[in-house]
Antibody, heavy 118, light 111 residues
Framework: EVHLVESGGGWVQPGGSLRLSCAAS????????MSWVRQAPGKGLEWVAN????????YYGDSVKGRFTISRDNAKKSLYLQMDSLSAEDSALYYC???????????WGQGSLVTVSS | QSALTQPPSASGSPGQSVTISCTGT?????????VSWYQQFPGKAPKLMIY???KRPSGVPDRFSGSKSGNTASLTVSGLQAEDEADYYC???????????FGGGTKLTVL
């Protein structure tokens, strides 16, 4: 059974940094693109970033480009999101999701909450 | 990377059909057959309901169907049931730079 478990969320001051992790199990991790998708409290879904199976291609949403970095460690079956220069607008529940070949997300984690506040 | 446009709310009585629209541009919805729909209950992660415009993952009831015309995709829920009351989001591949764009979400209420 596919499992995605996020961790690393918490409270951080504006301008600070945080690193999220996502542990994957139950599937061949190296066979899939992976994404981060976020959802601000009471708001809709926003795609954040994705990364190719071997980590050689990475793409970002306009709102996080230049501040966030997606990475993966295939040996550890883990996905990461390094978030720098955080602002209140980045406060959200961050989901790790498995990409399919048709640019949708068939499995999601339970999310990791990030709160940016002074 | 502008968000797709969905109506904020939709409703119907049990047994009826309801359709939720999702409007984009020729650079996303209209340009690719990669439109998806997700169902989300409060406090839960989204669940994939429709992919590639009209395909259903295993386990999704055939009451849920998807279609697309031009730059607008639609999700139709037939034979509405109380358990269908949830938020629904569309998404589309955006083409260049491999990005994905979501709609703002539609809250479906079963009256």
């Amino acid at each position: 059974e596919v499992h995605l478990v996020e961790s690393g969320g918490g409270w951080v001051q504006p301008g600070g940094s945080l690193r999220l992790s996502c542990a994957a199990s139950g599937f061949t991790f190296t066979g899939y693109w992976m994404s981060w998708v976020r959802q601000a409290p009471g708001k809709g879904l926003e795609w954040v970033a994705n990364i190719k199976q071997d980590g050689t291609e990475k793409y970002y949403g306009d709102s996080v480009k230049g501040r966030f970095t997606i990475s993966r460690d295939n040996a550890k079956k883990s996905l990461y999101l390094q978030m720098d220069s955080l602002s209140a607008e980045d406060s959200a529940l961050y989901y790790c999701a498995r990409d399919t070949s048709s640019w949708d997300f068939d499995y999601w984690g339970q999310g990791s909450l990030v709160t940016v506040s002074s | 990377q502008s968000a797709l446009t969905q109506p904020p709310s939709a409703s119907g009585s049990p047994g009826q059909s309801v359709t939720i629209s999702c409007t984009g541009t020729s650079s996303d919805v209209g340009g690719y057959e990669f439109v998806s729909w997700y169902q989300q209950f409060p406090g839960k992660a989204p669940k994939l309901m429709i992919y590639e415009v009209s395909k259903r993952p295993s386990g999704v009831p055939d009451r849920f169907s998807g279609s697309k015309s031009g730059n607008t995709a639609s999700l139709t829920v037939s034979g509405l049931q109380a358990e269908d009351e949830a938020d629904y989001y569309c998404s589309s591949y955006g083409g260049s730079n491999h990005y994905v764009v979501f709609g703002g979400g539609t809250k479906l209420t079963v009256l």
